[in-house]
């Protein structure tokens, strides 16, 4: 029951136009129950009722606190843009604009070609935030690049593929804290914004310009 609630839940956000058939919902409880059982997971086949699914969306609703409310990977860069831009005084709110902007179309382009489970939204956001620094020229390669890994980076980084308009050098005092404002505004450690920069550095070479150019 609770499989099937959490399915019809997660229906019911994707769309509020159509009404699932109870008696479909009923069917598929039946089919993993019975599913359940002869995989040796559950004890019986338990039959539901309509009321015993209602019952259980509710408790997983509860569970929840009914906040069913999914991080994307816009509203993690958001957040992240927007503490940085806190951090520094608004002094890097052009090129952040801009970061935000084509990290978004990236976005878009990403989903096509791989999972939430492969790319974890939040750990996306934190390396296109890495990533557009480093393009800006806010933010060395060397701050967020493992040493075994300089090879490698240095070609997806050469091309520019994820860039800025304009290109706004921080003052000095900026520029040698902003690993450490990075780290505050994406709450991550040195090595997690490397591993996450890296991957995403590896998926934004598999894809033309043309796909991150802003709408």
């Known amino acids: 029951a609770a499989v099937v609630a959490i399915c019809y839940i997660l229906y019911k956000k994707h769309t509020s136009a159509d009404l699932v058939d109870t008696r479909l919902?009923?069917?598929?409880?039946?089919?993993?129950?019975?599913?359940?059982?002869?995989?040796?997971?559950?004890?019986?086949?338990q039959t539901l009722t309509a009321m015993d699914l209602l019952v259980q969306e509710v408790d997983v609703l509860q569970?929840?606190?009914?906040?069913?409310?999914?991080?994307?990977?816009?509203?993690?860069?958001?957040?992240?843009?927007?503490?940085l831009d806190a951090a520094t005084w608004g002094e890097l709110k052009v090129p952040?604009?801009?970061i935000l902007d084509q990290g978004i179309s990236f976005a878009r382009a990403a989903q096509q070609h791989i999972s939430a489970l492969d790319?974890?939204?939040?750990?996306?956001?934190v390396g296109v935030l890495c990533?557009?620094?480093?393009?800006?020229?806010?933010?060395h390669v060397d701050m967020i690049c493992?040493?075994?890994?300089?090879?490698?980076?240095?070609?997806l980084f050469a091309d520019g593929t994820i860039?800025?308009?304009?290109?706004?050098?921080p003052s000095t005092n900026l520029q040698a804290c902003m690993l450490d404002l990075l780290q505050l505004a994406a709450d991550a450690t040195a090595a997690?914004?490397?591993?996450?920069?890296?991957?995403?550095?590896?998926?934004?070479?598999y894809f033309p310009p043309e796909f991150l150019v802003p709408p």
Do not use: I, M, Y
């Open 163 to 169: 860039d800025t308009d304009d290109q706004h050098p």
């Open 25 to 45: 919902l009923l069917s598929a409880a039946d089919w993993c129950a019975l599913w359940l059982h002869e995989a040796g997971l559950a004890a019986s086949a």
């Open 146 to 155: 493992p040493q075994k890994a300089a090879a490698e980076w240095e070609p």
């Open 131 to 139: 990533h557009g620094l480093v393009a800006a020229r806010l933010l």
């Open 96 to 98: 952040l604009d801009s």
């Open 119 to 125: 790319a974890p939204p939040r750990r996306v956001a």
């Open 63 to 83: 569970a929840l606190e009914w906040r069913t409310q999914v991080p994307t990977v816009h509203s993690w860069l958001t957040a992240f843009c927007a503490r």
């Open 192 to 205: 997690s914004l490397q591993q996450d920069s890296l991957s995403v550095a590896r998926l934004v070479s």
